[in-house]
């Protein structure tokens, strides 16, 4: 079975700090990888994934995250947090489920952003 | 702009009384989800649905059903509501089954039983 663990329930930094959110995957395939954004009250909206080809993915709102395949490691960054990042992240990982590919979440880490 | 609707966004219904939440997408994609979120907890696939066949995960309440009448319309239908199933439903869809497919989520339903 695949897996992600995201490490730290919640994650504060000050407005302009670095950002980092960290997800493990476990997979004895090679893993399809998505980071998730949601708004409160909202539903979740992909930031970024990674399907194999290059290592460091970019994606929206200034995210960016790296696959290191020796550290099984797909973790989020951003290099100056801003005060509309707050919100909670969830890392996924695609896996197979009797010939089809269902995303797994991880627990999620909540953004928390200060002035 | 196409997109994943879902109706009410907002729903409070009564221990044991039948409750059912929708889903419409113009995105014209294959598979449809529906997922339960609690609190500060990841989403948990409930069903999905490939075109009509429907796929029901093991551990799904018998109390929950779910309709795809076409490919537009998902429904989830809950029973007899028990106090356990307040959260935040999550309609979700993708193009099809292929690893890299990414979904598109609605805004959610938050159910309140009282």
């Known amino acids: 079975a695949q897996s992600v663990t995201q490490l730290g329930s919640h994650v504060s930094v000050s407005e302009g700090a670095l950002v980092l959110l960290r997800c493990n995957y476990s997979?004895?395939?090679?893993?399809?990888l998505f980071w998730y954004v949601q708004y409160p009250n909202q539903g979740l909206q992909l930031l970024l994934k990674y399907t194999s080809a290059a290592t460091l993915v970019k994606g929206i709102n200034g995210f960016e995250a790296e696959f290191k395949k020796s550290e099984t490691s797909f973790h989020l960054t951003k290099p100056s947090a801003h005060m509309s990042d707050a919100a909670e992240y969830f890392c996924a990982v695609s896996a197979a489920s009797g010939g089809s590919y269902i995303p797994t979440f991880g627990r999620g880490t909540s953004l928390i952003v200060h002035p | 702009d196409a997109m994943v609707i879902q109706n009410p966004r907002y729903q409070v219904t009564q221990f044991g009384k039948p409750v059912t939440l929708s889903c419409s997408q113009t995105?014209?994609?294959?598979?449809m989800y529906w997922y339960q979120q609690k609190s500060s907890q990841a989403p948990k696939l409930l069903f999905h649905y490939y075109d009509k066949d429907f796929n029901n995960e093991a551990d799904t309440p018998d109390n929950f059903q779910s309709r795809r009448p076409n490919t537009s319309f998902c429904f989830l239908d809950i029973r007899s509501p028990g106090l356990g199933d307040a959260a935040m439903y999550l309609c979700?869809?993708?193009?099809?089954?292929?690893?890299?497919?990414?979904?598109?989520f609605g805004p959610g339903t938050r159910l309140t039983v009282t």
């Open positions: 995105l014209n994609h294959n598979v």
């Open positions: 979700a869809t993708s193009r099809d089954f292929n690893r890299a497919s990414e979904q598109y």
């Open positions: 997979s004895s395939v090679p893993p399809y």
